[in-house]
């Protein structure tokens, strides 16, 4: 990779990390997928099953993915001592913060909400750790263990890389040409297929081996791609392809999954959509936002902290909303806005003036 800065990754993540606002509002009303506040019935509607079950297909994938272009960068930057100790601090110090901090608040929520729990917080606060998988413990931050993980596992093989005479370099043009580029979806289905029935996960890593898989595969890639332009060219060229797969599968998967739940259809065609979701809005936002803006920089310096606080705001805010009569419509677009601007609020007062909270948050000055 050159040394110009490929701003479409940054915009990449900032939009990424914006809709796990919405994403895990409409979890509080579809009730598909692990949340801390739950409407009294789930709203079975298209609206809600799109939001959980369209971005659950690929949404993480994608972080996971320029993840994996991101440690490449920062290898060639720094030595691995260097970047071992970064990821650390970036990565490790702010899940140990959510675990003591933020989760009790939200796991008090859940028990409050779901579990009838009726003493107060600091009675609640030892139960957190008692019953860790009850109250989801690092919850949302599990992305910051298991990225901790692989990129301890990407050093070794950096280092592999970086003795031998490129052997990725061959692979790299191998999927250059034609329709090889689809190949790398074929493991992506197997480790679905064979995995995801019998592991479908809470995000435990240990015993969690489809997340772990799959998700690692698309960390390599990432890494892989910004070994060399091939990769991401062949993405390109194949892009309205991908845009065809990936929306069939998503059809399929959903329909599937609604009928068997999590069976080898619904995971095949989880394979095939989530590989063709990422590598078409690779593609896409290559080609449209490769460029700089104020509004990156902004979403680029704040997007950590709102990652690590919006699950506790947006679950108060429907804690509140959901003791109304308000339609779930209204409560959803009241707490999805809601959390952006108590956030805003809270970043510019609060988090960017505290030099605790910056650290945390992995705020520049």
């Given at each position: 990779?050159?040394?110009?800065?490929?701003?479409?990754?940054?915009?990449?993540?900032?939009?990424?990390?914006?809709?796990?606002?919405?994403?895990?509002?409409?979890?509080?009303f579809?009730?598909?997928?692990?949340?801390?506040?739950?409407?009294?019935?789930?709203?079975?509607?298209?609206?809600?099953?799109?939001?959980?079950?369209?971005?659950?297909?690929?949404?993480?994938?994608?972080?996971?993915?320029?993840?994996?272009?991101?440690?490449?960068?920062?290898?060639?930057?720094?030595?691995?001592k260097?970047?071992?100790?970064?990821?650390?601090?970036?990565?490790?110090?702010?899940?140990?913060?959510?675990?003591?901090?933020?989760?009790?608040?939200?796991?008090?929520?859940?028990?409050?909400?779901?579990?009838?729990?009726?003493?107060?917080?600091?009675?609640?606060?030892?139960?957190?750790?008692?019953?860790?998988?009850?109250?989801?413990?690092?919850?949302?931050?599990?992305?910051c263990?298991?990225?901790?993980?692989?990129?301890?596992?990407?050093?070794?093989?950096?280092?592999?890389?970086?003795q031998?005479?490129?052997?990725?370099?061959?692979?790299?043009?191998?999927?250059?040409?034609?329709?090889?580029?689809?190949?790398?979806?074929?493991?992506?289905?197997?480790?679905?297929?064979?995995?995801?029935?019998?592991?479908?996960?809470?995000?435990?890593?240990?015993?969690?081996?489809?997340?772990?898989?799959?998700?690692?595969?698309?960390?390599?890639?990432?890494?892989?791609?910004?070994?060399?332009?091939?990769?991401i060219?062949?993405?390109?060229?194949?892009?309205?392809?991908?845009?065809?797969?990936?929306?069939?599968?998503?059809?399929?998967?959903?329909?599937f999954?609604?009928?068997?739940?999590?069976?080898?259809?619904?995971?095949?065609?989880w394979?095939?959509?989530?590989?063709?979701?990422?590598?078409?809005?690779?593609?896409?936002?290559?080609?449209?936002?490769?460029?700089?803006?104020?509004?990156?920089?902004?979403?680029?310096?704040?997007?950590?902290?709102?990652?690590?606080?919006?699950?506790?705001?947006?679950?108060?805010?429907?804690?509140?909303?959901?003791?109304?009569?308000l339609?779930?419509?209204?409560?959803?677009?009241?707490?999805?806005?809601?959390?952006?601007?108590?956030?805003?609020?809270?970043?510019?007062?609060i988090?960017?003036?505290?030099r605790?909270?910056?650290?945390?948050?992995?705020?520049?000055?």
């Open positions: 990779m050159n040394n110009n800065r490929e701003y479409y990754l940054d915009w990449i993540r900032v939009v990424v990390v914006l809709m796990l606002v919405p994403y895990h509002t409409a979890v509080s579809s009730h598909i997928g692990k949340g801390y506040i739950y409407s009294p019935q789930p709203a079975d509607t298209i609206f809600y099953v799109l939001l959980s079950d369209f971005l659950n297909l690929w949404f993480m994938r994608m972080l996971f993915f320029i993840s994996g272009t991101a440690s490449l960068i920062a290898l060639n930057k720094r030595k691995e260097e970047f071992m100790i970064n990821r650390l601090k970036r990565l490790l110090i702010p899940l140990i913060f959510v675990i003591l901090v933020i989760g009790p608040c939200s796991g008090y929520l859940l028990a409050i909400n779901q579990y009838g729990f009726t003493g107060s917080f600091l009675q609640f606060y030892p139960l957190f750790f008692i019953e860790p998988a009850k109250y989801l413990f690092w919850a949302h931050m599990w992305f263990l298991y990225l901790l993980i692989f990129s301890f596992i990407i050093i070794p093989i950096h280092l592999l890389l970086k031998k005479h490129d052997p990725l370099g061959n692979v790299s043009w191998f999927l250059s040409k034609g329709n090889h580029i689809l190949y790398p979806m074929v493991f992506i289905v197997l480790f679905e297929i064979l995995l995801r029935p019998k592991y479908p996960g809470y995000q435990s890593f240990w015993g969690d081996w489809a997340n772990v898989v799959v998700y690692f595969s698309f960390y390599f890639m990432g890494y892989f791609s910004g070994r060399d332009t091939c990769f060219v062949a993405i390109h060229k194949k892009r309205i392809t991908f845009l065809a797969i990936a929306v069939v599968s998503t059809v399929l998967h959903i329909y999954k609604r009928i068997y739940s999590i069976s080898t259809l619904s995971s095949a065609f394979g095939t959509g989530a590989y063709s979701w990422v590598m078409f809005f690779l593609a896409h936002i290559r080609k449209y936002a490769n460029r700089d803006s104020r509004t990156l920089q902004y979403l680029s310096r704040s997007s950590f902290s709102l990652y690590i606080f919006h699950y506790f705001l947006l679950s108060l805010l429907n804690f509140v909303l959901l003791k109304t009569s339609n779930h419509y209204f409560i959803w677009i009241i707490t999805t806005l809601g959390t952006y601007i108590v956030f805003y609020l809270l970043y510019e007062i988090l960017k003036n505290v605790v909270l910056r650290f945390i948050g992995g705020i520049k000055t």
